[in-house]
């Protein structure tokens, strides 16, 4: 009996093991997409790259790219007998989310420790997503509420801590009162596990609000008011300011 016993606990240390090396393989796999030797004149064009946003005059840049868009689709239209309404590429989304982040969440530092960032559109869905180095994360520079984000994921996943990781979420946002809502059917990515709205507020030592929180989006002259995420493109419909 005894000697059953042991055999029995063999095979659920075995098991566990297998499944905890199982896991520690897809928590930490990094997508298709990057890889560190990636060079601006090599990628895709929805992937954003340290190098092309680690100067705020980069960002800038982006932003008054985005911007002329807007004037260019605003002028076409100067009766406004219609709604202003526009369509943006992943990439133009990709650089609509970086210059629509919190000044301390793309501060020098913090973009350094970004590595890649890329956004794709598929069958109305959005996939969003980062590679960034834990270990060059400057915690101390983040506000509370990105900290205890960071904090909350690795205590949860300890083996994230120290290397670089990827980190995105999935879903299909909709607009309310000009900020992005995600809601409780978007999906948190970490490696190649996708966990839902349940999972991070039961099983995973996160803020239970982390998917609610909105994200303002300004785009120059244009109130955005409706987005629609159409094949691989996303549609902006509002009005002038």
Same mark, same amino acid.
């Given at each position: 009996?005894?000697k059953?016993?042991g055999?029995v606990a063999?095979?659920?240390?075995l098991g566990?093991?297998g499944w905890l090396?199982? &896991?520690?393989?897809r928590?930490?796999?990094?997508?298709?997409?990057?890889s560190?030797?990636?060079?601006?004149?090599?990628?895709?064009p929805?992937?954003?790259l340290p190098?092309?946003?680690?100067e705020?005059?980069?960002i800038?840049n982006?932003?008054?790219g985005?911007? !002329?868009?807007?004037d260019r689709?605003?002028s076409?239209n100067?009766?406004?007998?219609l709604?202003?309404?526009?369509? /943006?590429?992943?990439?133009?989304f990709?650089?609509l989310?970086? &210059?629509?982040l919190?000044?301390?969440a793309?501060?020098p530092?913090?973009?350094a420790?970004?590595k890649a960032?890329? &956004?794709?559109?598929?069958?109305g869905? /959005?996939?969003?997503?980062?590679?960034?180095?834990?270990?060059?994360?400057p /915690?101390d520079q /983040?506000?509370?509420e990105y900290?205890? &984000?960071?904090?909350?994921?690795l205590e949860s996943?300890?083996?994230l801590?120290?290397?670089?990781?990827?980190v995105?979420?999935?879903g299909?946002?909709r607009l !309310?009162?000009?900020?992005?809502?995600?809601?409780e059917?978007? !999906?948190?990515?970490?490696?190649?596990?996708?966990?839902?709205?349940?999972?991070?507020?039961?099983?995973?030592?996160l803020?239970?609000?982390?998917l609610?929180?909105?994200?303002?989006?300004?785009?120059?002259?244009?109130?955005?008011e409706?987005l629609?995420?159409q094949?691989r493109?996303?549609?902006l419909?509002g009005?002038?300011?």
């Amino acid at each position: 009996m005894i000697k059953k016993i042991g055999v029995v606990a063999c095979l659920l240390l075995l098991g566990g093991g297998g499944w905890l090396a199982y &896991t520690w393989q897809r928590v930490t796999h990094l997508p298709d997409w990057y890889s560190r030797e990636l060079k601006p004149t090599e990628t895709a064009p929805s992937i954003l790259l340290p190098t092309q946003v680690d100067e705020p005059s980069e960002i800038e840049n982006l932003a008054f790219g985005l911007q !002329q868009k807007v004037d260019r689709v605003l002028s076409a239209n100067p009766s406004q007998s219609l709604p202003p309404q526009m369509q /943006l590429t992943a990439q133009e989304f990709n650089q609509l989310v970086v &210059t629509s982040l919190p000044v301390q969440a793309r501060s020098p530092q913090v973009m350094a420790a970004v590595k890649a960032m890329n &956004t794709e559109i598929e069958a109305g869905q /959005l996939k969003t997503g980062i590679v960034i180095d834990t270990s060059a994360l400057p /915690l101390d520079q /983040l506000s509370s509420e990105y900290r205890a &984000t960071v904090d909350g994921l690795l205590e949860s996943f300890p083996v994230l801590q120290d290397r670089e990781i990827y980190v995105g979420v999935e879903g299909k946002p909709r607009l !309310q009162r000009g900020k992005v809502i995600l809601g409780e059917d978007t !999906q948190l990515v970490v490696g190649n596990i996708r966990f839902s709205y349940a999972d991070i507020r039961d099983r995973i030592n996160l803020p239970p609000d982390l998917l609610d929180k909105t994200v303002n989006l300004q785009l120059g002259q244009l109130q955005i008011e409706d987005l629609n995420f159409q094949d691989r493109s996303v549609i902006l419909k509002g009005q002038a300011k």
